[in-house]
């Protein structure tokens, strides 16, 4: 289990940006798979994105060309640059860490609320 902190959720309207940034203190970072989740209001949980300890990524096709997740492993931060937002992509989201598996399934942080207005 890894402790991971999220911030940088709020309230935008349609076509703004928000940055999340994960970060987990204490941990060995640069071998972990990072994955941002999200979780709608009567929906399950879906993988939004993930990066890979190597760097390779992976997005969910309703986000492709609008999100990038990026890691910095001297500060123990992954983020998540969302850009054109949608009311569509209002939902709590999660930032999750695992060692072995891919996309990450591991330890999960406590949420951060993203809310797009139209």
């Known amino acids: 289990q890894v402790q991971l902190v999220e911030s940088g959720g709020g309230l935008v309207q349609a076509g703004g940006s928000l940055r999340l940034s994960c970060v987990a203190p204490?941990?060995?970072?640069?071998?972990?798979?990072m994955g941002w989740y999200r979780q709608a209001p009567g929906k399950q949980r879906e993988l939004v994105a993930a990066i890979s300890s190597g760097g390779g990524t992976k997005y969910a096709d309703s986000v492709r060309g609008r999100f990038t997740i990026s890691r910095d492993n001297a500060k123990n931060t992954a983020y998540l640059q969302m850009n054109t937002l949608t009311p569509a992509d209002t939902a709590v989201y999660y930032c999750?860490?695992?060692?072995?598996?891919?996309?990450?399934?591991?330890?999960w942080g406590q949420g951060t609320q993203v809310t797009v207005s139209s």
């Open positions: 999750n860490a695992d060692r072995t598996r891919w996309p990450p399934y591991g330890s």
């Open positions: 204490g941990s060995i970072f640069s071998i972990y798979a």
